[in-house]
C-alpha cells in the first residue's frame, strides 16, 4: 500500500499539534511490513527523521510541466510515453494556473507564525501538489488538516486516486463559532471531494457531520496517540519543587484555548495557596491579554510567560510541573495532556476536548466553570494521595495509546477504498 501525504509540517519545525501527530501517526503506520508512505510538506528543513518513510519538499519540485523534461517525466512515471502523450499530460495539468513566488513557498516561519499570505500559499501548494500527483507511484492521496485539502483534491483529479482528508481541527473550534468564511470554504469543498473522511475524536466527527453536513457513513473517528518517550526525555531530571507548587498551560495562547479561564483559575487558588506558581507556555495572539489580566488580578509575581517552546524544552517545563491544565473552549484532540502524563504529571482537561473521550484519570471540568477548575487544581498540589494517584494511573493509561494502533484504523480505511 503505497500512501502520498500532504501535511503542513513535520518536527523538529512545528507550530503545534498538526506536526506532531502527522509524525505519531506515519511512524505507527509505518510499523506495517507493506506501508509505503511519501510525506509532501512545503518546505523541509532537512533535520526531519526520515528512517520510516520519504518525504518530498514541494520548495523543490519543478514547478511547470512544460520546464521538464521528457525522460524526467517518463522515470517518475515508470512507463512509456511518446511525446503527444507527455505534451497532452502536461498541458492538462497546467491549463488553467500560472505558479507564483515559489521561494515564497515555506509556510513556517522560524518565529513561529505563518505567512500572511497563507491563502496563496495554500493555492501555491496546491499546484505543485498537481506536478506530484502526476510524476509519483500510490494507491491512496492522504491530505492533514485544512492547509492541504486544496493539494488533495487536485492530486485526486489529477490521478483518479481515492482521497482521505483528516480533519485535525475546524475553523469552528478555532474561531469559538466565528467562522472565516474564506476557511470554511476550503474544509467544505476538501470534504466535500474527499473519498473519506477521518476526524480525531467522536466531538470533532459530530462537528465535520452537523456543520459541514456530511454523510456520516463517509466520517470515521481515529483518536490521535502519543510517542515512546526517548531517551533523551526520559533523562531529563524531575525539577519540581518542594515549597512552591507549579500549574502549567502549555499551548497556543488563543481564544480556542481558554487561557483566561486558567488566569482567573490561578488567582482563585492564589488565594488559598500563596505558594503556587502558574506557567503560561506558548504564544500567540492573546499574550498581552493574559500578561494584562494577571497584572489586574494582582497574581503577576506568582505568574511566569515563558513564549513559544519545543521539543525537548516542552519536556523540561513538564518534569518541572505538579498539575498540567487545558482548559480548552474547543479542542478536537489535544495532544499535549497525555505528553504530560506520560512525564507522571496529574492533569485536568475540559469537556470540551476530544481527548477527554478516551482518558479516564484526568480529571474533566467544563472550560467555563472557573471554579470547578480551581478546586481541581488545588486538591492536587494539596493532597499527596490525590497527586500520586492520577500520576500512576494516568500514566499507565497513556502508555497504552499507541500510534501503532491508530495506524491500524487507518490502514483498514485505506484497504476499503483502494480494494472495494
Known sequence: MKALMYGWEFPPHILGGLGTASYGLTRGMAMQPDMDITFVIPKPCGEEDRSFLRIIGACHTPIVWRDVPEDYVRSRIGKYMDPQQYYAYRNHIYADFSYRQINDLGCIEFSGRYPDNLLEEINNYSIVAGVIAGTESFDIIHAHDWL??????????????????????????????????????????????????????????????????????????VHNAVEPLSPEILAIQDRKGVKDKVITFLGRITMQKGPEYFVEAAAKVLSKSPNARFVMAGSGDMMNQMINLAATRDIADRFHFTGFMRGKQVYEVLKASDVYVMPS?????????????????????????????????????????????????????????????????????????????????VRRIYDQLVYK
Open 148 to 221: 492541504t485539502y486544496p493539494a488533495g483534491i487536485h492530486s485526486k483529479k489529477i490521478s483518479g486516486k481515492p482521497l482521505v482528508i483528516h480533519v485535525h481541527a475546524t475553523d469552528y473550534d478555532r474561531s469559538r463559532g466565528n467562522v472565516n468564511p474564506n476557511v470554511y470554504g476550503i474544509e467544505k469543498n476538501g470534504m466535500d471531494n474527499a473519498d473519506h473522511i477521518i476526524t480525531v475524536s467522536n466531538l470533532t466527527r459530530l462537528t465535520v457531520i452537523e456543520k459541514y453536513h456530511q454523510d456520516p457513513s463517509k466520517v470515521t473517528t
Open 329 to 409: 473552549v474547543s479542542e478536537p484532540f489535544g495532544i499535549s495532556p497525555l505528553e504530560a502524563m506520560q512525564c507522571g504529571v496529574p492533569t485536568i482537561i475540559s469537556k470540551q476536548s476530544g481527548c477527554a473521550e478516551i482518558l479516564n484519570y484526568a480529571v474533566k471540568v467544563d472550560y467555563w466553570d472557573i471554579e470547578a477548575m480551581a478546586d481541581a487544581m488545588y486538591s492536587i498540589i494539596t493532597y499527596p494521595a490525590m497527586h500520586a494517584f492520577l500520576k500512576e494511573k494516568g500514566k499507565q493509561e497513556v502508555d497504552n495509546l499507541k500510534w501503532e494502533y491508530a495506524g491500524q484504523k
